[in-house]
């Protein structure tokens, strides 16, 4: 006898599927990552990825007056600096790269939500994402730092400091320091299971930013682990995580929604350069259409459990959004 359950009632037309759509796109959801070249004259583009430019301190202005006029509520700054060296010093440089896209950003555009990496892989003349002691990074050595990056940030302004180092301790150390200098209501996005993957290589060619020797799978979780995973953001959460991030996202949704099922937080995923760079080769091949894999990969995160996702897409999908009126 044929089931009296017919599911194909629920998607007979549109009103009818839009009526029992689980999860929903917004670009309430989205955060735009920014890439700032201490020095630069005018915009630099990169092969490595395709329509994303290189801001160079004088256009900060304008770049976030027209994202705002995008849609888009928060920006998460990178810094790419002229000098490296053994500590990373321009990284917590009071007049640094990043310090000076904050203020400009805070006054071009007071409402926008700041959010700042903290890491080191950008300022080290080793490339790695901490200070480098006999044969590997010194974790203990690096969290101090971190927290020192994480004051400059606060100093001159920021929302949000987001911890990317993979080091033991870096979140309790950031609190901890933030607290100590009175920035109590800056929150930690911790990128607590951030995985050593091949999908940032497209942002270290731009950036500048691949270690000069070895790999980061000392400090980045494999991306074999889930476990492991669950007990970095179970960890980031007890020093005082405000909301933790799986990274990268696309082939990491199990994490995302496994995060979801155990940790009442907000959680982020980074959909990484490596994602963002696929979806372009393959558009420029005539493989795909671009738009409708983009709303498919992203809304898939979302899906999955993320309230947060930070996408270098993000400007499309606004303008795609309001396009169609929204996910369908």
């Not at 998607?11 to 700032?36: A, F, T, W």
């Not at 770049?63 to 888009?72: R, S, V």
């Not at 492991?228 to 991030?245: K, N, R, T, Y």
Request: proline content about 4%; hydrophobic content about 40%.
């Amino acid at each position: 006898m044929f089931p009296k359950k017919r599911l194909r009632r629920l998607r007979k037309s549109d009103g009818m599927r839009r009526l029992v759509q689980e999860s929903r796109l917004s670009v309430d959801d989205l955060v735009y990552p920014i890439l700032i070249g201490e020095g630069l004259s005018e915009p630099q583009t990169t092969k490595s990825m395709p329509d994303i430019q290189i801001m160079p301190p004088h256009m900060i202005h304008d770049e976030m007056q027209k994202i705002q006029e995008d849609g888009i509520s928060a920006v998460m700054l990178y810094g790419i600096p002229q000098r490296k060296d053994g500590i990373g010093s321009s990284a917590y440089d009071k007049d640094g790269v990043v310090q000076n896209a904050i203020r400009e950003t805070r006054r071009s555009t007071p409402d926008m939500v700041i959010m700042a990496d903290v890491s080191m892989c950008q300022y080290t003349d080793t490339g790695h994402c901490g200070i480098y002691g006999k044969d590997t990074v010194d974790n203990d050595a690096t969290i101090r730092y971190l927290g020192e990056i994480a004051a400059s940030y606060a100093k001159v302004g920021v929302d949000v400091v987001s911890p990317s180092a993979m080091m033991d301790g870096q979140v309790a150390a950031i609190r901890s320091r933030l607290d100590d200098e009175g920035y109590t209501n800056v929150t930690i996005m911790s990128q607590s299971a951030k995985h050593h993957s091949s999908l940032y290589a497209p942002f270290r060619d731009t950036a500048d930013c691949a270690p000069k020797w070895g790999d980061r799978s000392e400090y980045q979780i494999s991306y074999t682990n889930s476990r492991q995973a669950m007990l970095e953001v179970a960890s980031d959460i007890a020093e005082g995580a405000d909301i933790i991030m799986i990274k990268p996202a696309a082939m990491y949704l199990d994490l995302v929604a496994e995060s979801r099922r155990r940790f009442d937080v907000p959680i982020a995923a980074y959909s990484a350069s490596g994602e963002y760079a696929l979806v372009h080769a393959a558009h420029t091949q005539g493989l795909i259409d671009k738009d409708a894999v983009i709303l498919e990969m992203l809304g898939s995160i979302k899906r999955a459990g993320a309230d947060i996702i930070v996408t270098y897409f993000a400007p499309e999908v606004s303008r795609l959004l309001r396009r169609t009126g929204g996910q369908d």
